[in-house]
């Protein structure tokens, strides 16, 4: 009795069109292909696709459309985004972030489980130290003092940088395990917020559900603002941001991978972190 | 496609955003339109990446040019297309579990004088996740690594993705 190759082995197929087997699943490949008419058929006719996308002709734009494009994009842009990102719409956002996170349910089995009522305080106090920092941006440069206004006096690994020019401004220790991070670029602000714990999907119901990378979120839009809910293992995520959606949807795609459930755990874990990173460790 | 620029490392003299919009229109303006299928939709992907690529040069390390050019094409359409996701009334793309390989209405009669379009038309009708892999890989010339690095996913998902676009895209073409 012959024995069926596993079902994705034909996965292989493409890959070794492309050279990007190992030696090993190369081996396995042209074992298949040497015993099995149905890898043959199905390398032939991948070959044929690749084949044909690869001939593909370059596509020109229509006459002067680059040029058009160029003096666009060279308008400026960062006057009405700046109205947009003033005082008053930050409140307006911390607002609906405090909302938001009332429907974050803590586990208990986590050390530390603050209540909506913490998390309102504590979003509250973030909200003045955010604003603090409005003045001080456009400058394009990261603030590096800032990192001595917060709370947090561990290290902390945090993405220093993410899609749409945005960097790291202020990273904070809101309470418990609520860490609160705060990105700027020029123009736009975005909070990112971490917790341990899970949402209760029933509790977010005002949100559109949807997946990002694999993981459970519910957007929510309201006004010009939008916040993303992300659960990504044990930990929660909540990023705020402007209207433009798409920049909050990007931040969203690049949420750091959790390295564990406990702060302190991450903390413990701490020595190539922020602090170090700006040379305050 | 990837093989013009790569300058050696210690020369590099990074152009302006204008002179890489010039030198390199073509090649995102053709990126755009393998990824978003019509020519409308190019235009405005291609805006876009321009905008980010104004805001972005300062952080372009040497490399491959138009590798960072597909990577930042890639995201703002993938952006683009989570951006429409979000609003129910616009056309929304077919998601991954609902295209099989195997459930695909072949294309008519396939005239061979207008493979390309035939292509494009199949190309269109993959889930975005595998058309990004595959016009990476195969419009752009980028490897798997490069791929996931542009995609932020794992190489084994860049293979897998490649692998099913062209196969449902060879489907759609029999």
């Known amino acids: 009795m012959s024995t069926l190759p596993p079902p994705d082995s034909f996965e292989l197929l493409s890959a070794y069109l492309d050279g990007e087997l190992t030696s090993a699943e190369t081996a396995q490949v042209e074992g298949l292909l040497t015993n099995s008419p149905a890898h043959r058929d199905e390398l032939a006719r991948l070959d044929q696709a690749r084949t044909w996308l690869r001939a593909l002709p370059p596509v020109d734009p229509p006459e002067g459309f680059i040029e058009q494009a160029i003096a666009k994009a060279g308008e400026p842009v960062a006057a009405p985004k700046k109205r947009k990102w003033g005082m008053l719409n930050l409140v307006a956002t911390a607002a609906v972030w405090v909302v938001v996170l009332g429907f974050v349910n803590v586990s208990r089995s986590h050390h530390v489980s603050p209540d909506v009522a913490n998390f ?14 409005i003045g001080s941006l456009g400058a394009g440069k990261p603030q590096q003092p800032q990192v001595q206004q917060t709370a947090l006096g561990e290290p902390y690994w945090a993405p220093l940088a993410l899609p749409g020019d945005l960097r790291l401004r202020s990273v904070q220790l809101l309470g418990g395990d609520l860490v609160g991070l705060l990105y700027a670029s020029d123009s736009d602000l975005v909070m990112l917020y971490e ?7 029933s509790a977010l119901e005002g949100g559109q559900e949807t997946t990002i990378d694999g993981s459970k979120a519910w957007v929510f839009e309201e006004d010009r603002s939008m916040i993303v809910v992300v659960q990504r293992a044990d930990l929660v995520y909540a990023i705020a941001g402007p209207s433009d959606g798409a920049l909050v ?23 190539r972190g922020l602090l170090d990173s700006f040379g305050l460790g | 496609m990837t093989s013009d ?15 890489v919009a010039r030198t390199h229109g073509r090649f995102i303006y053709t990126v755009a339109y393998r990824l978003t299928g019509n020519h409308d939709e190019a235009q405005d992907l291609v805006q876009e990446v321009l905008l980010r690529v104004r805001r972005g040069l300062a952080s372009y390390r040497p490399g491959s040019m138009e590798a960072w050019l597909s990577r930042i094409t890639t995201n703002a359409f993938l952006d683009e297309v989570r951006r429409k996701k979000r609003r129910p009334l616009e056309v929304v793309p077919d998601l991954p579990e609902r295209v099989t390989g195997t459930d695909q209405e072949p294309l008519d009669v396939l005239d061979m004088s207008r493979l390309p379009d035939h292509i494009q038309t199949a190309l269109k009708s993959l889930p975005v996740e595998f058309r990004s892999a595959v016009v990476l890989c195969d419009v752009v010339g980028l490897n798997y690594q490069e791929i996931a ?26």
Do not use: C, K, N, Y
């Open chain 1, 249 to 271: 949807g990007a931040v969203a795609t690049r949420l750091p991978s959790p390295p564990s459930p406990s702060l302190g755990d991450r903390l413990g874990s701490a020595g």
């Open chain 1, 195 to 201: 917790v341990p714990g899970q949402v209760s999907p």
């Open chain 1, 120 to 133: 309102a305080q504590t979003h509250t106090e973030a909200s003045a130290g955010f604003g603090g920092l």
């Open chain 2, 5 to 19: 620029s790569t300058p050696e490392e210690g020369t590099l003299e990074v152009p302006s955003w204008e002179e």
């Open chain 2, 149 to 174: 690095e542009s995609l932020d996913v794992p190489v084994g998902t860049v293979r897998s993705r490649i692998h099913r676009g062209r196969a449902q895209l060879r489907a759609m073409l029999a």
